[in-house]
Nanobody, 120 residues
Framework: QVQLVESGGGLVQAGGSLRLSCAASGRTFSNYAMGWFRQAPGKEREFVAS????????YYADSVKGRFTISRDSAKNTMYLQMNILKPEDTAVYYC?????????????WGQGTQVTVAS
């Protein structure tokens, strides 16, 4: 059974930092692109960042560019999202996802999500 499990969420003051992790199990994700998405209350889920299976290419939403960094450790089947200079508008449930196609409009595997709350 394939599982993506996020961790690292929590409550942080504006301007602070958090590091999210996404651990994959059940199969190797070395050939899969991985990504982070988020959903704020009352809003649609939105793309945050993604990374190719080699780690050579990364993509970011404009709202997080320069503040968030996505990375992966294929040997550990784990992906990370370093979030700096957090803002109250970053408050959301953050989900990790995996797909063979980094440009997929419907990512195949999803985690359960981890809550990030940024206090002003």
């Amino acid at each position: 059974q394939v599982q993506l499990v996020e961790s690292g969420g929590g409550l942080v003051q504006a301007g602070g930092s958090l590091r999210l992790s996404c651990a994959a199990s059940g199969r190797t994700f070395s050939n899969y692109a991985m990504g982070w998405f988020r959903q704020a209350p009352g809003k649609e889920r939105e793309f945050v960042a993604s990374i190719t299976w080699t780690g050579a290419n990364t993509y970011y939403a404009d709202s997080v560019k320069g503040r968030f960094t996505i990375s992966r450790d294929s040997a550990k089947n784990t992906m990370y999202l370093q979030m700096n200079i957090l803002k109250p508008e970053d408050t959301a449930v953050y989900y990790c996802a995996a797909d063979l196609n980094i440009f997929s409009s419907n990512w195949y595997y999803w985690g359960q999500g981890t809550q990030v709350t940024v206090a002003s």
